[in-house]
Nanobody, 115 residues
Framework: QVQLVESGGGLVQPGGSLTLSCVAS????????IGWDRQAPGEQRELVTS???????DLIDPARGRFTISREDAKDTAYLHMNSLTPDDTAVYYC?????????WGQGTQVTVSS
């Protein structure tokens, strides 16, 4: 059974930082492209950043310069490091893993940026 489990979300003040984790099981993690998406209330889900199995990364504009994705294939884990958070970053954050025709999603972790 494939599982992606996110953790690390919570309440943080504007300007603060958080690191989210995504632990995978049931897949050959190192072969998968990993992405972090987010969905704010009333909004569509959007891709924040991704890391290919070959190591390349991509960021959407709002996250550029503030968010970093990393992965530890030996631990089947991906991370989203978020700095300089603003209330606009408030959302449920999801990780997903994709390889060829296979794609899996976690259940998400809530990030709330508020004073």
């Amino acid at each position: 059974q494939v599982q992606l489990v996110e953790s690390g979300g919570g309440l943080v003040q504007p300007g603060g930082s958080l690191t989210l984790s995504c632990v995978a099981s049931g897949i050959m993690f190192k072969f998968y492209d990993i992405g972090w998406d987010r969905q704010a209330p009333g909004e569509q889900r959007e891709l924040v950043t991704s890391s290919s199995a070959r190591g390349s990364t991509d960021l959407i504009d709002p996250a550029r310069g503030r968010f970093t994705i990393s992965r530890e294939d030996a631990k089947d884990t991906a991370y989203l490091h978020m700095n300089s958070l603003t209330p606009d970053d408030t959302a449920v954050y999801y990780c997903h893993a994709k390889w060829r025709g296979f794609e899996y999603w976690g259940q998400g972790t809530q990030v709330t940026v508020s004073s």
